[in-house]
């Protein structure tokens, strides 16, 4: 078997080895690439089979002991009678039977089930004092025996032992009262539904019901004394664990606080109780490893080679997920604060971990091979955790200090500064460990008290002095200057507190408190150690959920090249990283600080417990854990809701061919009963008792009568909507000033996107309250008016054949009903026309209007139909003196006079020709027609004459001739600016030669 085991250890170790060794320096053998998956598959498949042997393998080694083997293992012991196998088993439908007639029985029966919580409560009473007893047991025995080695320490886990047994009596005596306590309950409803007795003179009830009565008032009284007892008993378990809880914290201050006479004769008793512990240590340890090389070798092996493997696996398969993430490239000249941090904690944290596994393992194989002898397995404990703590200081020095990369370095210190500071922090370490290791060995072998304080007090002195020797060196590089330069010294704070420390430790040790230096001395070096590591997670995780902070690292890159990520998605993946970063860090090191601190285990699993399930605010018992299993269970509830939505929906109701309308309808009320149904498990599951929310319910009644009637009105509203169907997702609808298409019909408001994409949410209550239009409720089937106007001079009959004729088949017009042609009416100028159409998809009106008003103005062309359209407005117009002349003798009916004296004004000498006034387009594009010369009389009635210019005596008067040189003379060759309606000056007409009027 031996060779068998030899072989299975060389190859796949020395394997595993090569590939982690290359893979941590960026180099990879061929042979190793191809083999590595290959060989982490084969490994966890090894594991597991070896592990399901390893029952056989423990009992196939010898388990006894030789003749000349003292202290060595005994053989196990054989099993109880009580756990062989019944010879003649009863058949499983018998046993149902039993079970079942027993709780029938169990509920005919009440006073049984009383009597065994009776049963019940007497026997935790009896426990809790023994307990109790062995509490004053304990505290007699720390007080005698006083002179043994960690005498205190022993009796702190006894009573720690003693505390969890307490609180585990209480939880469970709890249990039971709430279990009594919910029957009561039953029991009063019970009564409740079975009314009084009737009173004197009344007519008799059923003797089943007194019968009745009288058995549920019994069982009440009895669950009543039964409540009152365990009360009782919590209340007594309570103030003993309080008891416990006081006894071990002035244990602890006086092991801290216990003086030590230091002289002579005490290190000479030490030295000789030293002479003594080491020769029977070497005497145990030399005939337990006889033992084990001579009768546990396959055992011994198959223990270390399996806690190897998981340790190797483990490692191997971090390196391989995380391997950009924990290893530090020296190609990297310039790495950035986030990648020198995310190494730091990673290289820390993950061989840790391996090495951890790799020691709970490794005990527990051995212990389950019956390797360990009873007194070698506390060294064996205390030597492998001994082990994990010098790896994890080893590491998170290297990871801050980073001695031989300068470039990973967290904190600037000198190349020289960095070695001694790692080499000093190992050495304070290593003396603190070893002393504990010392101090498990003196405890095993019996050794007196004296060897373990003279132990301590060198290890003290030791770290005390490393402490001042760290406060002298040098480490500190300015910034800006070269990392491997010669460093300056501490800044004073530091080195005050450095050298204040470790005289301190000195001092306390020479001085006889030994325990209090020894505390204080393990606290500098494995608490320092895991604050430091802490504060470096705390740091990686803000670090990796700042924004854009994910996207300059070598995971977020791969992200966002792997799966195509956008930068808001990387800053809310690098959120959830650094609060993950954040949770690990609390679970995993809180506890550590707590035990360095003096805490038990057990101690930390009561707090987890109670934290996790007994949060109590006045009378009400919050659960962690049950709110987050409601969380998951309305999760879980939510998820299968919108599958069994989509599933319905698009499988179901799309095969039916059922309406849209519908689909939606019983999509919606499918997500509402699932969503009620997700959150009542999960109320229950958080261990909300749902009849406790009968106050609150009346309170939301209360405010639902005040404040919340609109939102209620709203959601009734919403159901409404659903349940009569007046529109649906897509339809076309108004309702006052909202138009546009149903998007989405939510619980309390109605999404409508109108036609220039605007999103306007309507609340439910509208749609009920005020009429609504829907232009899409049973089909698509609409109509289109169109209006159009044509020139009062144009044939009506004409008109309406050729606007027929217009629309006549154009694309999306129904033919059943044909289009329709309305003479609406007329005035003086124009004749107004409709033109109804009738279209199979009332949502392409838009297009087909604009196809009619293309069609129709292409016909009214062809056919020479002149549109209709507005008058033209009056436009003011701009005349000399002398056109005034010329007006007013027109007004006045001479017009033959009027037209001789123009034939007098100067024609190709300058005179001024009036220029035809320009009309404006009407509204649909149409220029006016030429007014007549009547129209031209009302605009130029409306100009306003000037002052001196006077109008004829007579019709057959003429106005006197002038010449331009006594225009000249008179300064009247132009005209005098005039005054608009704005107050500005403007000039006359634009002179240019022209034909005489």
Known sequence: MAPFCRLILSAPCRVLFQYLSASSVGKTDL?????????????????????????????????????????????????????????????????????????????????????????????????????????????????????????????????????????????????????????????????????????????????????????????????????????????????????????????????????????????????????????????????????????????????????????????????????PLLRRSVRDLNPTYIARLSRAFGSTLVPTIAAATFATTAFFFLQTFNVLRPDIAPIVVTFLALCVALQFVWTISTAVLAPGQAVWRLVRVSDRGARLLVALIMAMAFANLLDYLLETISVTLGSPLVLTV???????????????????????????????????????????????????????????????????????????????????????????????????????????????????????????????????????????????????????????????????????????????????????????????????????????????????????????????????????????????????????SLGVGFGLQNIVSNFVSGLILLVERPFKVGDWVISGTTEGFVKRISVRATEIETFQRQTIMVPNSLFINASVGNWTHRNKLGRVDITFSAHASNDPRKVVESLRAAVTGLPNILRNPEPIIVFRGFTSSELEFEVRVFLADILQGVSVRTDVRMAVFERFQADGIALGGPAAPEVPIKISPEDAEVLSAIFQGTRSEAARGSSQLPGDAGGYVEQASVEPPDSRGNDIPDSSENDRRDVLRGEELRPDVKPAASATASPPSVTPAQKRDAGEDKPAPETDADGAKSGSRKRRPGRPR
């Open 454 to 700: 003279a132990k301590s007090l060198i290890a003290s002195i030791i770290i005390g002095l490393l402490l001042m020797a760290i406060a002298l060196i040098r480490p500190v590089i300015p910034q800006g200057e070269p990392l491997d330069g010669q460093g300056r010294p501490w800044p004073r704070a530091i080195s005050i507190l450095l050298l204040l420390a470790g005289l301190g430790l000195i001092t306390a040790a020479l001085s006889g408190y030994v325990g209090l230096a020894r505390f204080i001395a393990t606290q500098i070096v494995v608490t320092g150690a895991i604050f430091v590591t802490m504060y470096i997670g705390i740091l990686t995780g803000k670090a990796l959920a700042k924004q854009n902070a994910l996207a300059k690292t070598v995971g977020g890159r791969y992200l966002s090249h792997r799966y195509r990520l956008e930068p808001m998605a990387l800053d809310q993946i690098g959120l959830a990283v650094g609060l993950s970063i954040y949770l690990l860090v609390a679970m995993f090191f809180v506890p550590l600080l707590l035990l360095q601190w003096g805490f038990k285990i057990a101690d930390i699993e009561a707090w987890a417990y109670r934290i996790f399930t007994e949060i109590r605010i006045g009378t009400i018992t919050i659960s962690l854990v049950g709110i987050f299993a409601g969380i998951m269970l309305f999760i879980l509830g939510f998820v299968i809701t919108r599958w069994l939505q989509r599933w319905i929906d698009g499988s179901v109701l799309a095969r039916s061919r059922v309406d849209l309308g519908v689909r939606n309808s019983v999509k919606t009320g499918i997500g509402y009963l699932g969503m009620g149904i997700a959150g009542l498990i999960g109320i229950s599951a958080a261990g909300l008792d749902l009849s406790s929310l009968a106050l609150v319910a009346g309170a939301l």
């Open 31 to 323: 042979t190793v690439k191809a083999c590595s998956p290959t060989m982490l598959r084969f490994l966890a498949i090894l594991l597991i089979l070896v592990s399901s042997l390893s029952p056989v393998v423990a009992q196939q080694a010898p388990t006894q002991t030789p003749a000349n083997q003292t202290g060595a293992s005994q053989p196990p012991a054989s099993q109880p009678a009580a756990s062989q196998p019944s010879a003649n088993p009863p058949p499983a439908a018998s046993v149902g039977r039993q079970s079942a007639g027993g709780g029938e029985a169990a509920r005919d029966r009440p006073d049984d089930a009383q009597a065994d919580a009776a049963q019940q409560l007497d026997a935790a009473r009896k426990r809790l004092d023994t307990l109790a007893a062995q509490v004053e047991t304990a505290d007699a025995a720390e007080t005698a025996r006083s002179t043994q080695a960690n005498n205190s320490n022993a009796a702190d886990n006894r009573l720690a032992e003693i505390k969890a047994q307490v609180d585990d009596l209480s939880q469970q005596v709890a249990g039971q009262m709430d279990a009594a306590r919910t029957r009561i309950e039953q029991i009063k409803g019970r009564l409740t539904e079975l009314g009084d007795p009737p009173a004197a003179g009344a007519e008799p009830e059923a003797s089943v019901v007194t019968e009745e009565r009288g058995r549920l008032i019994a069982e009440r009284n009895s669950l009543n004394a039964v409540t009152g007892t365990a009360e009782t008993l919590v209340a007594d378990a309570n103030a003993l664990s309080t008891t416990i809880t006081e006894k071990r914290r002035v244990l602890f201050s006086n092991t801290l606080l216990r003086h030590t006479d230091i002289n002579v004769d005490m290190l000479i008793d030490a030295g000789q109780a030293l002479v003594v512990e080491a020769q029977a240590f070497s005497r145990n340890i030399g005939s337990w490893l006889t033992f084990v090389f001579t009768y546990k070798r396959v055992p011994l092996m198959s223990a270390l080679f399996l806690s190897l493997c998981s340790a190797l696996v483990l490692l191997a398969g971090t390196h391989r997920l995380f391997a």
